[in-house]
């Protein structure tokens, strides 16, 4: 059985005021194929800074995000695989 490992590296950034954490998740495979995606979170101006919570959800949108794109390459190869059968007669 082969074995493949893929790499995700999520990057977090907050603002100055920690209003606005940013996360940027990227995936190397080992074909050498890179994936990203970016994703925000919002702090409301009335709760009080918890740097975690903008952490956890800017991360899992972004993680979320690149999921959906994973989906859509795989879906988009198998209409390509697909397309290329010829109708047996």
Do not use: C
Request: aromatic share 4%; net charge negative.
């Amino acid at each position: 059985m082969e074995t493949k490992r893929w790499t995700v590296e999520v990057f977090l950034s907050e603002d100055d005021r920690d209003d606005v954490t940013t996360a940027t998740a990227v995936l190397y495979t080992d074909a050498g194929r890179r994936h990203e995606s970016v994703a925000h979170a919002r702090r409301n101006p009335s709760d009080r800074p918890v740097p975690e919570i903008g952490d956890e959800l800017a991360a899992g949108r972004a993680l979320s995000d690149l999921a959906a794109k994973l989906i859509g390459d795989g879906a988009e190869d198998v209409a390509q695989l697909a397309g290329m059968r010829r109708e047996p007669r």
